[in-house]
């Protein structure tokens, strides 16, 4: 992605003298009301990046007023690509990781600790760690989608045990990122990430969090289109898993 499609204000700080090159990014589209609390608390442990997905409100301001360096995309792209945006961002810096957590406070910033420690405690070789959320927790009809057409199908496809394939709040190594091939930017990329990874053959860890419903929650997924990107995306994690199988 070139320079020129995005408005860039401020500047990621630099490593030099930094305790700990991991990066905190928080994609967000017409969040005004809810980026600045998720930015202080993310703040308190990483440096916060923070991608306006072309919002109408005053997200942008929001952010940098609570401390986050901001990129902004003109129009609204989707969510998967201002994760990339930002990842791409982190990765320009020589950020060694980068945390990912939605805008909305659904995803509690004092977590991010467990996240460290579980890529720590993996020493380099677990790429990619994902919060699992208590799907018990979650409203009518997440509660029974999410485990059923998200964990248990994408398992299945990839005959590996995937407890929550849609979590936003993630932590990725630099070594799976710079090896990342993505194609989707909606909200099926966190799916697609999953699946390469699997094919790549790294380590997933899983960490539980808790998620935080009710706070003047607006979801932007869109059950109809959003399920049949979804089923298009685990019959293409089966067809690769099935071409590495038949490569051994």
């Not at 992605?1 to 700080?13: L, N, R, W």
């Not at 609390?37 to 072309?54: E, N, Q, S, T």
């Not at 301001?61 to 930002?86: D, I």
């Not at 009809?141 to 709040?169: K, M």
Request: neutral net charge; charged residues 25%; proline residues 5%.
């Amino acid at each position: 992605m070139s320079q020129s499609e995005v408005t860039f204000e401020g500047e990621i700080p630099v490593l030099s003298g930094a305790k700990r090159p991991v990066l905190a990014l928080v994609p967000a589209w017409n969040e005004a009301d809810r980026v600045g609390p998720v930015v202080r608390g993310a703040g308190a442990y990483l440096p916060v990046l923070v991608v306006d997905d072309g919002s109408r409100d005053g997200t942008s301001a929001a952010a940098q007023e609570a401390g986050a360096v901001v990129v902004r995309h003109p129009c609204n792209r989707g969510k998967g690509s201002a994760l990339t945006t930002g990842l791409h961002y982190g990765l320009e810096q020589g950020y060694e990781a980068v945390v990912t957590l939605d805008a909305d406070g659904q995803h509690d910033p004092a977590e991010i600790p467990k996240f460290l420690a579980a890529y720590d405690a993996g020493d380099g070789d677990l790429q990619l760690v994902i919060g699992r959320r208590n799907f018990g927790q979650m409203p009518f009809p997440r509660r029974y989608t999410n485990p059923i057409f998200g964990a248990w199908l994408l398992s299945l496809a990839l005959r590996t045990p995937i407890h929550d394939s849609q979590s936003g709040y993630r932590m990725y190594g630099r070594r799976l990122l710079t090896q990342l091939d993505l194609t989707t930017t909606g909200f099926d990329w966190e799916v697609e990430v999953i699946v390469q990874a699997v094919c790549l053959r790294m380590r997933i860890g899983w960490v539980d969090i808790r998620t935080i419903y009710g706070v003047g929650e607006v979801s932007y997924f869109h059950p109809v289109r959003d399920s049949l990107r979804f089923g298009r995306m685990v019959w293409c994690a089966w067809r690769r898993r099935r071409g590495l199988d038949f490569e051994r």
